[in-house]
Nanobody, 124 residues
Framework: QVQLVESGGGLVQTGGSLRLSCAAS????????MGWFRQAPGKEREFVGG????????YVTDSVKGRFTISRDNARNTVYLQVNSLKPEDTAVYYC?????????????????WGQGTQVTVSS
């Protein structure tokens, strides 16, 4: 069973950037599609984007397209979420999730493994 640990969150000003990391252990990382989700206070956890197990397919939602980029380094068992041009509405806890699949799941209930989350706060 894979364990996931996110890092890289913090407090930034509007327009700033962060690189979130999700380190995996305890599993064969290149068997897992990886997803990034976020949850703002009082809101549902929403899918931000994902990347297939070999990195050949990466997808982000329209709400963050052009600002967020997903990548992975299977040699380091790590997936990244580069977040640029941050806005106050991007403030949320960001989670990574994993599923053994050749596909790229986009729904929360398709991912059985989750990290604990990392807080991103964007000040105006």
């Amino acid at each position: 069973q894979v364990q996931l640990v996110e890092s890289g969150g913090g407090l930034v000003q509007t327009g700033g950037s962060l690189r979130l990391s999700c380190a995996a252990s305890g599993g064969t990382f290149d068997r897992y599609a990886m997803g990034w989700f976020r949850q703002a206070p009082g809101k549902e956890r929403e899918f931000v984007g994902g990347i297939s197990r070999n990195g050949g397919l990466a997808y982000v939602t329209d709400s963050v397209k052009g600002r967020f980029t997903i990548s992975r380094d299977n040699a380091r068992n790590t997936v990244y979420l580069q977040v640029n041009s941050l806005k106050p509405e991007d403030t949320a806890v960001y989670y990574c999730a994993a599923r053994i699949t050749a596909a790229l799941p986009t729904k929360r209930d398709e991912y059985p493994y989750w990290g604990q989350g990392t807080q991103v706060t964007v000040s105006s």
